[in-house]
């Protein structure tokens, strides 16, 4: 089993719809959640960070953490043709600043 | 702030010459930067980790002699990639840490796409 499991299959959405996308992890341990978003030739941008369990907000997305499921969520709402881009959950414990990646979700929000 | 440049952005070179990739932190100190190589539609393969002033750590399968990785100062650390080949040809990017805070916070470069022809 991977550490960290996120269904890459691309995910077409009209635009104004909802994305949401979501990693799996197998690893207790971690405790700092990441999401990048990666434009297609780029390096990945931080995006949203989160610590521990619980919901994180900013504009149009929000992160959310359940580390008794071991799950992690993205949405991102009234979603915008810009929003187009591959994105990567990754996460980390605590004092080890080596990050786990998932596949990456390649979302494309169709005008 | 948190901005990490790569420089340069493409490379082309022909087999067996060696290409230094940069990569700096511009806006703040970076205690750990990180190697990754990337190849299309896949995720990000994490090829060694390296502390200012001492030697890299290299992931499995890594070789060490062809991948020098040299973590001068706490804004640059630089990727030659000796001897080149065709199967070398990939997407490199880097990444920094701030602080020892220990958070995973990684803040990545732009990438460098190296074509060895």
Redesign the interface.
């Known amino acids: 089993q991977k550490e960290v499991e996120q269904d890459p299959g691309p995910l077409s959405v009209p635009e104004g719809a909802i994305v949401s996308l979501n990693c799996t992890y197998s690893n207790s341990a971690f405790q700092y959640f990441m999401w990048y978003r990666q434009y297609s030739r780029k390096g990945p941008e931080l995006l949203m960070y989160t610590y521990s369990s619980g919901n994180k907000e900013d504009g149009r997305f929000t992160a959310q953490v359940d580390k008794s499921s071991k799950y992690i969520s993205l949405f991102i709402r009234d979603s915008q043709p810009s929003d187009s881009a591959t994105y990567l959950c990754a996460m980390s414990a605590r004092g080890n600043n080596r990050l786990a990646f998932g596949k990456g979700n390649q979302v494309v929000v169709i005008p | 702030g948190?901005v990490?440049s790569?420089h340069p952005s493409w490379v082309i070179c022909k087999s067996g010459t060696s290409v230094k990739i940069e990569c700096r932190s511009l806006d703040f100190q970076a205690t750990?930067m990180?190697w990754y190589r990337q190849f299309p539609?896949?995720?990000?393969m994490?090829m060694a980790?390296s502390n200012e002033g001492s030697k890299a750590t290299y992931e499995q399968g890594v070789e060490k002699d062809k991948f020098l990785i040299n973590h001068a100062s706490l804004t640059l650390s630089t990727l030659t990639v000796t001897s080149a080949h065709p199967e070398d040809s990939s997407?490199y990017?880097c990444?920094a840490?701030r602080g020892t805070s220990?958070?995973?916070?990684?803040?990545?470069?732009?990438?460098t796409?190296l074509t060895v022809t």
Not at chain 2, 41 to 44: A, D, G, H, I, R
Not at chain 2, 102 to 111: D, M, S, V
């Open positions: 948190a990490v790569q750990t990180f539609k896949q995720s990000l994490l980790t997407f990017i990444s840490t220990g958070r995973g916070e990684q803040y990545f470069g732009p990438g796409r």
